[in-house]
């Protein structure tokens, strides 16, 4: 199996988030498809040389930002697929609605609630970054329809390539159940064939009864699009520094015993979850007790009497 680096093909690092697996013969440099590849790929390259993105690509991602960034998604998604319901019947988005085969919301909604629990609803808040995205996935859907084509190519082309080479680096790192919860994002179980409904997809775009104008307006939007996307990574790889360090296999966080108990990753608080705080910080405060200081020096005596009688 070839490394998360290189991708499915053996690609470079810069290369396994591409849309296009291969060039079509048959496309015009006029059409929508064509107009969104060359004037996306110098935003498309900035976004895929984002650290939280070299960094996911090299499994270096810890689970409390990845959980974030699900639920990231799922504010976005949530958005955007209000306003595809919205525009179902609009020609000139209509012909990309495809809701059994890409909506996000319902695979979303899975991992969200395996990461937090039932009441994943009241854990959760739309970020900063996120939220300016939102805000303009609805204005454009409700006031300039025609440029929800490029946040929906943006997304879910990116979804159905890229994405699939994310989905492995996250299993294993995070070491996620090979059930695959946890990432139903990615799963898309009504598309048989990625390579050949994304063909069928960008021939759906080129068909769409648009003028020059629309399409550079379209091209200008999904360049915006990533901006937000990049304005979401830049968010996310900043909080991840503020995280405390996980082991790079993905396992638990450990703690060197140092440093205020709110910080320590064991904290109940910390990590949103019920349960025990810090072994360490435990452990300390029961041996301040007066109780557990007596029983601490009676056994010392007692290996002390015995190692005394074992020299002798």
């Known amino acids: ?5 290189e991708g499915p093909e053996g690609a470079e690092e810069g290369e396994i988030l591409r849309y296009e697996e291969a060039e079509d013969d048959s496309a015009s440099p006029t059409d929508l498809s064509e107009l ?3 004037g996306t790929k110098e935003s498309h390259d900035r976004a895929e040389n984002t650290q939280f993105v070299k960094d996911f690509l090299k499994g270096r991602i810890k ?3 990845f959980k974030l960034a699900t639920v990231a998604l799922h504010f976005t998604y949530s958005a955007l697929e209000e306003e595809m319901d919205r525009n179902k019947d609009n020609p000139v988005f209509a012909p990309l609605y495809f809701p059994l085969e890409l909506h996000r919301r ?8 395996y990461f937090y629990g039932e009441d994943w609803k009241e854990k959760i808040q739309c970020s900063e970054a996120t939220q300016h995205y939102v805000d303009r996935i609805h204005h454009v859907g409700q006031h300039e329809p025609e440029l929800l084509v490029a946040h929906a190519y943006t997304r879910y082309m990116g979804d159905l390539s890229g994405g699939q080479v994310l989905k492995k680096v996250a ?9 695959e919860e946890g990432i139903q994002f990615y799963m898309f179980e009504n598309i048989s064939n990625a390579q050949q409904f994304k063909q069928l997809y960008r021939a759906r775009m080129n068909a769409l009864d648009l003028d020059k104008n629309t399409k550079e307006r379209i091209v200008e939007e999904a360049n915006r699009a990533f901006r937000f996307n990049m304005q979401v990574f830049d968010e996310l790889d900043k909080i991840g520094k503020s995280l405390t360090e996980e082991a790079q296999d993905g396992g638990f966080p450990v703690h060197d ?10 904290y109940a608080d910390k990590l949103g979850k019920a349960g ?9 405060a029961l041996a301040k007790q007066p109780l557990v200081q007596l029983i601490l020096v009676s056994c010392m005596a007692v290996v ?3 190692a005394a009688w074992y020299l002798l």
């Open 171 to 179: 299993q294993r790192a995070l070491k996620l159940p090979s059930t």
């Open 257 to 266: 015993g140092k440093g205020d108990i709110r910080k320590c990753p064991y």
């Open 304 to 306: 002390a009497g015995a």
């Open 36 to 38: 969104l590849k060359e």
């Open 276 to 284: 025990p705080g810090c072994p360490y910080h435990t452990a300390v």
């Open 106 to 113: 319902e695979a979303l909604a899975r991992d969200l609630r």
């Open 1 to 5: 199996m070839p490394s998360a680096m």
């Open 63 to 65: 689970k409390e930002l």
